[in-house]
């Protein structure tokens, strides 16, 4: 389980078609206090670690998870939002994320409101009946509220401090978004549909 709060910035590093993928990442986490198989959630993708050395870590990607991320456009470069597992009693600063991404989404709009940076996205029509108005979604791996939803669209506001620890300052139109719905969502519209 992890919160959506984002700890680190990573970048890959290397990545090798072998069956699946093998990514290595850098990472400015202290690599002798991770474990092989601890997870890490990459881009809001839950990772196991297959590998680590002094600054860099090893998962393998599966073609499944291939086919549902945007994991597949990573190439060595690629700046990756990171936040290891949370630990009990560590402070629940986001939302629960699991790091099984739902879906993808893609940013169609990005405006500038004052200091902040309004992204619209548009979700997949089978995910968007679950984002709602101040809702929570984890998008890329980090924990964010919802500002509007319009149909299949929905839109994010973005501070500095945010758009500084994390990838999002560097997102443009037509980026591909790794998007897990709020479990809670899940949860209620799967009771109504028992009803």
């Given at each position: 389980?992890?919160?959506?709060?984002?700890?680190?910035?990573?970048?890959?590093?290397?990545?090798?078609?072998?069956?699946?993928?093998?990514?290595?990442?850098g990472t400015g986490y202290d690599t002798s206090g991770i474990?092989?198989?601890?997870?890490?959630?990459?881009?809001?993708?839950?990772?196991?670690?297959?590998?680590?050395?002094?600054?860099?870590?090893?998962?393998?990607?599966?073609?499944?998870?291939?086919?549902?991320?945007?994991?597949?456009?990573?190439?060595?470069?690629?700046?990756?939002?990171?936040?290891?597992?949370?630990?009990?009693?560590?402070?629940?600063?986001?939302?629960?994320?699991?790091?099984?991404?739902?879906g993808v989404a893609e940013v169609i709009a990005i405006a500038?409101?004052?200091?902040?940076?309004?992204?619209?996205?548009?979700?997949?029509?089978?995910?968007?009946?679950?984002?709602?108005?101040?809702?929570?979604?984890?998008?890329?791996?980090?924990?964010?509220?919802?500002?509007?939803?319009?149909?299949?669209?929905?839109?994010?506001?973005?501070?500095?401090?945010?758009?500084?620890?994390?990838?999002?300052?560097?997102?443009?139109?037509?980026?591909?978004?790794?998007?897990?719905?709020?479990?809670?969502?899940?949860?209620?519209?799967?009771?109504?549909?028992?009803?």
């Amino acid at each position: 389980m992890f919160t959506g709060i984002i700890t680190d910035i990573g970048r890959v590093q290397d990545v090798q078609p072998q069956g699946d993928l093998r990514v290595r990442i850098g990472t400015g986490y202290d690599t002798s206090g991770i474990d092989i198989g601890a997870s890490i959630a990459s881009d809001g993708v839950c990772l196991t670690v297959i590998a680590l050395g002094d600054g860099w870590y090893d998962v393998q990607v599966s073609a499944e998870t291939v086919a549902k991320t945007n994991l597949g456009s990573w190439g060595p470069g690629t700046r990756v939002n990171l936040e290891r597992a949370l630990r009990v009693g560590d402070e629940l600063g986001g939302h629960i994320v699991s790091g099984h991404v739902d879906g993808v989404a893609e940013v169609i709009a990005i405006a500038d409101e004052g200091d902040s940076t309004r992204v619209t996205l548009r979700a997949p029509q089978d995910l968007a009946r679950f984002i709602a108005p101040k809702g929570s979604v984890a998008l890329n791996g980090t924990s964010l509220t919802v500002n509007q939803v319009q149909g299949c669209e929905f839109g994010i506001n973005f501070i500095p401090h945010t758009k500084e620890v994390t990838t999002w300052g560097d997102v443009g139109l037509g980026d591909r978004v790794n998007l897990e719905i709020d479990t809670l969502a899940r949860y209620v519209a799967r009771l109504n549909e028992a009803e």
